[in-house]
C-alpha cells in the first residue's frame, strides 16, 4: 500500500524543518536543560534524512479525523515521552534516530487466549489491512497537547484475525527490550520492557488503531516505529511503543506506570478533567504551539463514541 | 568565625579606606553579576529564537527553578570554601549570590502564575492547596523574602550579626526545600533531583563537621 519515493513531501513547507537545524535545536536544549550536570551522554550520530523515509499516499480519510489545526512534525518528532530512549522530552529524538535497528525483521508474537496465535514480520502483519489517515488529539497526562495526523489500522481488525476465545478478557502490549538500541533500558527508571493493557472492548473499538506512520510517513523512531498503538480517549502513555507482543489475557495487565506509582496512575487512565493527578491539574491543558491553555474535555473529547464502555462505572475509583 | 567574617564584611563595604582593593573587587563583582545573569540571557535568547524546543513554556519555567535552585547550593558553598581555602574575601560575593537566587526564584515564579495559570488566582489557590509540590514550592519562596528583606547592610546592621545569622539559618531550609520540590515533581527518573539532594547534604554536613570540631577546639 506504499510506494518508496525519495523526493515527495507530504508536508506543507512550512512544516517542514531542516533535520540538520532541528538536530542543532534538540542539542541546544539538551545543554540547556543540563549544563554540568547528566549531561554524560554520548554524541549523536546523523539521523536517518527524512525523504529516504517510506511516503504513504492513497491513504482512506477517516469519519474519526478532527479538523483540527494539526501540530507540527517538528513539535511531533522532537518532543516525546519514550523513556527507552531517555527521560527528557529531547532524548528520543535524539538517541532514537538509528531505531529499529533495520537489518534485524521486526517480528510481532500474538499469543495468548485466543485460537490463532503466531508470530508475525512486520511486512506480514501490516499487509492485510487498508491503511487510513486518523487525524487524532492526544493528551499526555503532564497537562499537554497535540493533534497528530496518525496512519494507521484499526486494531479490532488484527485482534479479530487471531480469534480470541471468550477467556481474553484484556490485551497486554510490551515494547521491545533491547538496551543495546535503547539506551533508556539500561537504568531502572521503569520495569522494562514496557507493558501496556486494554480491556477487550476498549481494544475493539474502532477508535482504537495500530499506527506506522504519520503526517505521510512511516514512524520515525521516537514516534514508536515501526508500530504503536494509539487510543485517543486515554493518556498518552497507554498508546504503547515499538510493540513486539500481543498477548490475549484473562486477569487485568501489570501496566508499566500502575507498577511504577499505583497511586497516580490507574489501569484505564481515561483523559478526564474530574479527577486531577497530584501533581498536574487535568482540568487544563496547553496544546504544543498554542500560548493560552485550553480546558481538557471528557474523554479528550471522544465520549460520544466511547462514553458507552464505561456505563454505571464510578471513573473516579477506576482512574 | 563566621560571625567575625560578617562584621569584617559590613565593616569592609562600608567604609574601606583600601580603594585599591575596592576597585578591583567591583570589577570582579561585575564580572560575576554577568555570569550570573548568563542563565537568563540564554533563556531569553533561546525563547525568543525558538530553541527551546516544543513547550518553551514548560522549559524556561523548568529552567529558571532549576537555577534557582543551583544559586541556592552555589551561595551555601562560600562559606566551605572559606574554611577550605581561608580566603576570607569570598564573602563580599555570597550576597550577590543569595540575591540572584531569589532573582531566579521570582522568574519561576511568575512563569507559574503567568503563563501557567494566568493570574488566575482561584485556581492558584487550589493549585497551592491540592498539590503538594506546588505548597512546597510556595512557601519556599515566602520563606525567601526576609532573607531579601534584610540583605541590605543596614539590616545586617540593624538587627546584628548574630541575629542576622540566625535568621539566615533559614537558607539551609529553603535549600532543602528546593531540593524536596524538585524531587516531588519528577515523575520516575529522580536521578537529578538526587544529585541535588548530595550536594546539598555535602555542603550541610561539611558545616556539622566544622561546628563539631569547633566546638572540641573550644572545649580545649
Redesign the interface.
Known amino acids: 500500500m506504499f510506494i518508496k519515493r525519495r523526493k515527495s513531501w507530504d508536508l506543507p513547507e512550512s512544516e517542514v524543518t531542516d533535520y540538520q537545524v532541528y538536530k542543532s535545536r534538540r542539542q541546544f536544549l539538551n545543554t540547556a536543560i543540563s549544563v554540568g550536570l547528566a549531561s554524560a551522554l554520548p554524541s549523536v550520530g546523523l539521523a536517518k534524512p527524512l525523504d529516504e523515509l517510506k511516503v504513504y499516499d492513497t491513504l482512506k480519510k477517516s469519519q474519526f479525523s478532527t479538523e483540527e489545526e494539526k501540530t507540527t512534525f517538528e513539535a511531533i518528532t522532537t518532543y516525546n515521552n519514550f523513556y527507552e530512549f531517555g527521560t527528557s522530552k529531547e532524548a528520543p529524538s535524539l538517541y532514537a534516530t538509528e531505531f529499529p535497528d533495520e537489518s534485524e525483521p521486526w517480528r510481532v508474537e500474538i499469543d495468548g487466549e485466543c485460537e490463532n496465535p503466531g508470530v508475525f514480520d512486520y511486512d506480514a502483519l501490516v499487509k492485510p489491512f487498508t491503511l487510513e489517515e486518523r487525524i487524532y488529539r492526544m493528551r499526555c497526562v503532564e497537562g499537554w497537547s497535540m493533534v497528530i495526523p496518525w496512519i494507521g489500522f484499526p486494531l479490532g481488525e488484527l485482534l479479530k484475525q487471531a480469534r480470541p476465545t471468550s477467556r481474553a478478557k484484556y490485551v497486554e502490549f510490551t515494547t521491545l527490550y533491547d538496551p543495546e538500541q535503547m539506551p533508556g533500558q539500561r537504568r531502572d527508571v521503569l520495569e522494562w520492557p514496557y507493558v501496556e493493557g486494554l480491556r477487550i472492548d476498549e481494544a475493539m473499538h474502532p477508535l482504537t488503531i495500530l499506527s506506522v506512520g504519520l503526517y505521510g510517513k512511516e514512524l520515525l523512531g521516537q514516534n514508536g516505529a515501526p508500530i504503536r498503538l494509539v487510543v485517543p480517549w486515554k493518556y498518552g502513555f497507554k498508546s504503547i511503543k515499538s510493540i513486539v507482543r500481543i498477548r490475549f489475557v484473562e486477569k487485568m495487565p501489570h501496566t508499566a506506570w500502575v507498577k511504577a506509582n499505583s497511586s497516580e496512575y490507574g489501569f484505564y487512565s481515561n483523559v478526564n478533567p474530574d479527577v486531577d493527578h497530584p501533581r498536574w491539574s487535568q482540568r487544563k491543558e496547553r496544546r504544543i504551539g498554542e500560548f493560552l491553555k485550553r480546558d481538557t474535555l471528557m474523554f479528550n473529547g471522544y465520549g460520544d463514541d466511547v462514553a458507552e464502555l464505561y456505563t454505571g462505572m464510578d471513573l473516579k475509583r477506576y482512574f | 568565625m563566621l560571625l567575625n567574617s560578617i562584621q569584617a564584611w559590613t565593616s569592609n563595604a562600608i567604609s574601606s579606606k583600601d580603594k585599591s582593593s575596592m576597585i578591583k573587587f567591583s570589577h570582579l563583582k561585575v564580572l560575576l553579576f554577568l555570569v550570573c545573569l548568563y542563565p537568563f540571557i540564554?533563556?531569553l535568547w533561546?525563547f525568543f529564537t525558538?530553541?527551546?524546543?516544543?513547550?518553551p513554556?514548560?522549559?524556561v519555567t523548568?529552567?529558571s527553578g532549576?537555577w534557582a535552585l543551583r544559586f541556592l547550593l552555589i551561595t551555601l558553598c562560600v562559606t566551605p570554601l572559606r574554611w577550605l581555602t581561608g580566603f576570607n574575601q569570598l564573602v563580599r560575593f555570597r550576597r550577590m549570590l543569595g540575591l540572584f537566587a531569589f532573582f531566579y526564584a521570582t522568574v519561576h515564579m511568575l512563569l507559574y502564575l503567568g503563563l501557567d495559570q494566568?493570574f488566575d488566582w482561584s485556581?492558584i489557590w487550589?493549585?497551592i492547596v491540592?498539590?503538594?509540590?506546588i505548597t512546597v514550592g510556595f512557601i519556599n519562596f515566602v520563606a525567601l523574602l526576609p532573607l531579601v528583606a534584610t540583605s541590605t547592610n543596614k539590616m545586617v546592621k540593624r538587627l546584628g550579626g548574630r541575629r542576622w545569622k540566625k535568621l539566615h539559618r533559614l537558607t539551609y531550609f529553603v535549600a532543602a526545600a528546593a531540593c524536596l520540590h524538585f524531587l516531588?515533581?519528577v515523575?520516575?527518573?529522580i536521578?537529578?533531583p538526587v544529585?541535588y539532594i548530595i550536594i546539598l547534604t555535602g555542603l550541610l554536613g561539611v558545616r556539622l563537621l566544622h561546628a563539631g570540631r569547633h566546638k572540641q577546639l573550644s572545649r580545649q
Open positions: 540564554f533563556m533561546g525558538h530553541q527551546l524546543g516544543a513547550n513554556i514548560d522549559t523548568r529552567l532549576l494566568f485556581e487550589r493549585d491540592k498539590r503538594p509540590f516531588m515533581l515523575k520516575a527518573d536521578r537529578e544529585i
